[in-house]
């Protein structure tokens, strides 16, 4: 049988070395650090708050779902030609949107930071499992927002 004094020091040392240790590459909290400031809209049952987001210099605007149904935000494709970054975040082009995926009661999508200038999107919410394009869910509400970036 071993002391409890024993197990107790192992312990201690396994914590003392595993909090000492440098973050890898491959760890999430040390791949998922940028140095761009993220600015965030909710999205609630009627409305999103809030509903005229600003931006300063290089920030990047995410949506936060508080709903409990699925939610894609979208923008006239254009605004793609407004990026000033090289990866469009958790968006893509699908036909004449610039369209987040979907994202689900409790998740986030984010897109990068844009160029100076207003820019209009809707944000879809939708009822049940499949809610994406060809399945079952329909769309339940619609909502509008802005972004403004300086």
């Not at 779902?65 to 893509?92: E, L, P």
């Not at 919410?125 to 809610?131: A, E, K």
Request: charged share 20%; hydrophobic share 40%.
């Amino acid at each position: 049988m071993r002391s409890p004094a024993l197990c107790l020091g192992a312990l201690t040392a396994a914590l003392v070395l595993a909090t000492a240790l440098p973050a890898r590459a491959e760890d999430p909290a040390a791949a998922d650090h940028t140095t761009r400031d993220h600015v965030f809209v909710t999205i609630l049952p009627l409305k999103l708050r809030p509903d005229v987001q600003r931006l300063g210099p290089g920030d990047a605007v995410g949506w936060i779902n508080y709903t409990n149904r699925i939610a894609r935000v979208y923008f006239a494709k254009d605004v793609a030609k407004s990026m000033t970054c090289t990866s469009k975040g958790t968006f893509r082009v699908n036909g004449d949107r610039l369209e987040s995926a979907d994202i689900q009661a409790q998740q986030f999508a984010s897109l990068c930071s844009l160029a100076p200038g207003e820019y209009g999107y809707h944000v879809e919410l939708r009822s049940g499992v499949g809610g994406g394009a060809g399945g079952g869910g329909g769309v339940t509400n619609i909502l509008e927002g802005k972004v403004v970036a300086e």
